[in-house]
């Protein structure tokens, strides 16, 4: 990040026709803009919104409310653009892009074994890291995965304390006993891996996915080529949370868009030092809320850009105190 | 508002593929739309902003951190196109009406006296009532006016009880001395008006302001047209709350579009039974905040009206409990 564009994008707020800090988080991401974008005003001309889909052998488990077909049934949705992401997306104005990931073979049940070995968990973060175009302003990182709210609540256990019933939801739409046999799947994941778990990385092998193991890669890549990133939900949150394990400043570089209605995921933003920029109870992925959030940025960014100063216009400003 | 047309939106919103409930506030809002609108799939082809200014008496009092004159040039500047609200309404695809009220003649000072007389009341809600064009699909109300956030206050005192030091807040960022004198404002009020405050039409002329009238009055227009209303912050709400007052269902065709950082906006909507769109500390009135959260309203109708069913797209519902 440029600490010198975030100065300069700062000064220029406090010059525009309107009291100081009056547009409140606007404001904050105009400055949090221009430190990644290396530039006073920041722009969104190219938003790409990555979507990972995978496979989970934890489903056996009876951990979701739909059957472990849909992720290929929803990819082929997204495909003929009738998904909720293809219209927020659009609304958005950003390019869609969906990765499916190996969906055919799914991991293995981490409650019996490590989901990846080291090859698959390599493939898929190589994916995810491939899928960012290092020309994009920015980057919505998604994910679809029968099953995948389970692999995130144990990998947000395995990164930040707790047990299970700490971090589980009802994804999908479990009811009392598959929400139990959730918090069931993770404790036993917990005990399995133990101490292997202790690595940030190795918890993503173990315990996550390859849809997780892919926006893990995209978020860090997009770090590397200086991109902002807007996190989705909380399977999104946890897939790149092991950057934040891994250095104090991980994920500095990113954005919470939502914060969603899955029971883990505002202890998991919290953990993480994100404030999400919207609260409307959504829980589908997909990067659904992060696009949506995409539209706050823009105005934030329009009224950064175009906005006149107090001298242009003529305003007085606020007597001294 | 037509239940029907809102029942035909609920039921779409079961066939559409995503876990039912699962995009959160985005189905109220589809839902609400159609009862307004009367169209299972609602649309916001015409969206209009409007933005009423005024002058208050008030600002005699030391209430505002800006000059009085300011008001006047920042009707000037939303006029040339730069100021927050300008780019903000054109991101949200909203056009923009600023109807200044009078600016030249500031309301009376109503800790002395009635604000304004029942002619210039009633002048200010027709101004109001006839900025909304009948056939908008939905109507963004805000404000500018030196000194309404202590209006605003008296206001919400009056309707809802409580003394200056409740409801009154920096406003454009005044110190500490400032906020005394608008809650000392606020107090002088009460006590001036007294049992008079009772009535909310009668309390609005006393301790309102003209575009505090007029936003009532474009609120009550909206509703007998059938066209849903986008709120502001503190200012807006305060001046459409009489409504809510006068019949229990008075607002029920209005969104909070965002709860400001203004010390009572919160309490002010929890008063109303609204709860806001977005929550990003944001202050600056002029519509601002309602017109960021069209965006928001417009990604839930992109859902509503794009999405396939299961049925079209062959995906597997959620098995049977």
Known sequence: GSDEAARAAAARQTTLTKPPGSLGRLEDIAVFMARWQGNVVAHLDKVEALVFAGSHGVTARGVSAFPAEVTAQMVANFASGRAAINQLARHAGASLKVIPLHIDRPTADFTQAPAMDEAELVEAMTSGMAAVDPASDLVCV????????TAAAALAAALFGGKGVDWVGRGTGVD????????????????????????????????????????????????????????????????????????PEGLAHALAGHVSAETGHRKLLAALHLSPLLDLGMRLGEASGACLAVN?????????????????????GSPPA
């Not at 706050?296 to 007085?316: I, Y």
């Open 142 to 149: 998604g994910e679809m995965g029968i099953g995948n709210t």
């Open 176 to 247: 009392d006993a598959g929400l139990s046999r959730k918090a069931q799947a993770v404790d036993a994941a917990l005990a399995r891996h133990g101490a292997a778990l202790g690595d940030p990385i190795e918890a993503l092998r173990r315990v996550g996915g390859r849809e997780l193991a892919a926006i893990c890669g995209a978020t860090l890549a997009a770090r590397l080529h200086g991109i902002p990133v807007m996190l989705d939900g909380f399977v999104a949150s946890a897939a790149a949370a092991p950057l934040a394990k891994l250095a």
């Open 296 to 316: 706050v940025l823009r105005g934030a960014l329009a009224c950064h850009a175009g906005m006149a100063t107090f001298a242009e216009a003529g305003v007085s």
